[in-house]
């Protein structure tokens, strides 16, 4: 079965910068696209970022152009998001997801569920 596993939040004051990682693990882990989700406190879950596995192609959420950056690492297969310049509004828990269908390209209009979810990590960033 496949696991993923999220790691790297915490507290972090507005400005500064966290790296969070997605390890998966299973058998043939083999997912089209890996994403980064998150949902704030009394917020619906919004999608963040993702990458394709086949060609490394990538796609941020507006908000967060600029500021994050999403990479892989297909040896240790876990998905890196670099979080820069945050902001108070990025408090959320973060989730990794991964699906074996949807592409990169079109995740960020993808209103179904993915294949495949961590259990997410909680970025707080004081003001």
């Known amino acids: 079965e496949v696991q993923l596993v999220e790691s790297g939040g915490g507290l972090v004051q507005a400005g500064g910068s966290l790296r969070l990682s997605c390890a998966a693990s299973?058998?043939?882990?083999?997912?089209?696209?890996i994403g980064w989700f998150r949902q704030a406190p009394g917020k619906e879950r919004e999608w963040v970022s993702c990458i394709s596995r086949s060609d490394g192609s990538t796609d941020l959420a507006d908000s967060v152009k600029g500021r994050f950056t999403i990479s892989s690492d297909n040896a240790k297969n876990t998905i890196y998001l670099q979080m820069n310049n945050l902001e108070a509004e990025d408090t959320a828990v973060y989730y990794c997801?991964?699906?074996?269908?949807?592409?990169?390209?079109?995740?960020?209009?993808?209103?179904?569920?993915?294949?495949?979810w961590g259990k997410g990590t909680l970025v707080t960033v004081s003001s």
């Open positions: 997801a991964a699906d074996n269908f949807v592409r990169c390209s079109l995740l960020r209009h993808w209103q179904g569920d993915m294949d495949y």
């Open positions: 299973g058998f043939r882990f083999d997912a089209k696209t």
